[in-house]
């Protein structure tokens, strides 16, 4: 952000394929990963309740409807003794926050009556990202996703919930990070090494 420099032999980029495209705007491999990537968006809602009104109603997820609700205070420490903190979702948002909010709410209504007497604290977010990039049969499936390596760039690597081949959200940001590290520290002990003719003469 200050403009400074800090020189290095490798890099990984852990951001979207957005963010990876701007930050090496003349590679075009990066440019045709922002280009396929859709990312996965979600209308959000968080609660936080003094108490829980239903015990039993603590995860639903819509059959017709791509809504999520998750009492995730249930196997985490995220609420006072005695207290919930209810995670609500709708994938792809209308566009319309008002009605989302409003369709999130009905869900809650649904599964914990009397939600609204107990709030303590609630957000509502219209537009997040929920991955950064929709794994799709068409692009080849997880296979399809690309890889740590950037062609066309030593030295750059990436990882995200959208890089290789091996699992979903933080599982494949995880996975992918662990690769790109192994690759990192693979180029630098290369770079490290001297030359097979140096190493002879020696």
């Known amino acids: 952000a200050d403009g400074s420099l800090i020189p290095a032999s490798a890099v990984i980029l852990a951001a979207s394929p957005r963010v990876a495209s701007a930050l090496l705007p ?59 903190l ?22 809650l209504d649904l599964v914990q009556p009397g939600w609204q007497a107990r709030v303590v604290e609630k957000r509502f977010l219209p537009s997040m990202i929920a991955a950064n990039a929709l794994v799709s049969a068409e692009e080849g499936g997880l296979a399809g996703r690309p890889g740590p390596v950037v062609p066309g760039v030593e030295g750059v690597f990436l990882a ?13 940001s995880l996975a992918s990070g662990k690769r790109a590290a192994e690759l990192c520290a693979a180029a630098a002990r290369a770079q490290a090494r001297p030359p097979l003719a140096a190493t002879a003469q020696a």
């Open 26 to 84: 003349g590679v075009p491999a990066l440019t045709a990963m922002r280009e396929r990537a859709l990312p996965v968006e979600a209308a959000c809602l968080d609660v936080a309740l003094s108490s829980l009104p239903r015990k039993a109603g603590l995860f639903a997820l819509g059959l017709d409807r791509p809504l999520y609700l998750s009492v995730h205070s249930a196997s985490a420490r995220l609420a006072p003794e005695g207290g919930a």
């Open 160 to 172: 995200g919930d959208w890089v290789g081949a091996e699992g979903m959200l933080a599982e494949a």
């Open 86 to 107: 209810v995670h609500l979702m709708k994938y792809g948002p209308s566009g319309d926050a008002a009605a989302d909010e409003a369709e999130l709410a009905a869900l």
